[in-house]
């Protein structure tokens, strides 16, 4: 959601949300928080997003399905950009070989809009070097289904077991 000063993403899973601030700085003192700071602006037809102060310290901090850690030094810089099928094609190819995709196609027949994403992450306490990627998104025919972690506790992609999900055997109510 574009808002006059930030910049409101919504995720479709857990009810999470982040909120990027447009055209600002970091802060001098940025408090470590479960999705960081983020600060963005445009360049061109590409909102640019820097993120640091992810928290590390906190169950399942990854940073991508495979399972990969990060550490507080963890910098992230990301380029959206909306792109018809032919801007978007050959990040889709790339995509299809290199990142998890779910069952069926996005969008077969090559009509509608494509959201790709670049990204550079830095992490000098986890990587000898930054690393680079590119994923694309594309509409689905049908509704936006909400998914809420408690109720599929084995969709932790990197363990392929059951997450740590607290459990009641009463209404806490």
């Known amino acids: 959601m574009q808002q006059l000063h930030q910049v409101t993403i919504l995720y479709d899973e857990n009810h999470q949300f982040r909120q990027v601030r447009l055209n600002e700085s970091h802060p001098p003192n940025v408090k470590p928080s479960w999705h960081g700071d983020s600060v963005?602006?445009?360049?061109?037809d590409a909102l640019t997003i820097d993120t640091v102060a992810v928290k590390p310290d906190r169950p399942f901090a990854v940073i991508d399905l495979?399972?990969?850690?990060?550490?507080?030094a963890l910098h992230v810089i990301e380029r959206y950009r909306l792109l018809d099928y032919e801007g978007a094609k050959d990040?889709?190819?790339r995509d299809a070989k290199e990142n998890y995709r779910p069952?069926?196609?996005?969008?077969p027949d090559g009509k509608g809009k494509?959201?790709?994403?670049q990204l550079t992450v830095e992490d000098e306490?986890?990587?000898?070097?930054?690393?680079s990627a590119t994923v694309s998104?594309?509409?689905?025919?049908?509704?936006w289904v909400e998914k809420v972690c408690a109720e599929n506790r084995f969709g932790f992609?990197?363990?392929g077991r059951e997450a740590a999900v607290p459990t009641a055997k009463t209404p806490d109510f």
């Open 40 to 44: 963005g602006h445009y360049e061109g």
């Open 137 to 143: 998104y594309g509409t689905r025919p049908g509704a």
């Open 157 to 159: 992609f990197s363990t």
């Open 66 to 72: 495979f399972g990969t850690p990060y550490t507080q």
């Open 125 to 131: 306490g986890a990587f000898t070097m930054p690393w």
């Open 91 to 93: 990040g889709l190819e």
């Open 114 to 117: 494509w959201l790709q994403i």
């Open 103 to 107: 069952e069926g196609d996005l969008r």
